[in-house]
């Protein structure tokens, strides 16, 4: 959906798009919430975009059910990002976000996504 949208008309969608990571069932939300990286692969502004979504949310859904599984989602789309984009930026953000996290279980769950 994203590559093939050169006329950037995802930069005006996006927040409709988003809007779908928060739908009240939960399997729709992480769905959708897993496939958003795909919007970085359409170029840096997508990228940008992406990424500034997925920092926000994850150092803020703390307080949503299964917050923890949102952060993994996070992390692992950031991780598929990279391996696209081969570009560093996107995989120090990763470890930034995953610095943040005070659980030692789930840091370490969420480096060993950015490991395989």
Not at 1 to 8: F, L, N, Q, V
Not at 73 to 85: C, F, N, Q, T, V
Request: hydrophobic content about 35%; charged content about 40%; overall charge positive.
């Amino acid at each position: 959906m994203a590559i093939s949208d050169p006329e950037g008309r995802m930069l005006e969608d996006f927040s409709r798009v988003w809007l779908v990571t928060k739908d009240p069932k939960f399997v729709i939300a992480r769905h959708s919430l897993q496939a958003t990286w795909r919007v970085g692969l359409a170029g840096i502004n997508q990228k940008d975009l992406v990424m500034k979504h997925f920092e926000d949310r994850f150092l803020n859904c703390i307080h949503e059910k299964n917050y923890t599984l949102i952060r993994y989602d996070i992390i692992e789309g950031l991780s598929k990002l990279y391996k696209e984009r081969q570009e560093e930026d996107i995989k120090e953000k990763a470890e930034e976000l995953i610095e943040n996290v005070r659980e030692d279980k789930y840091k370490k769950k969420y480096s060993n996504l950015l490991r395989r």
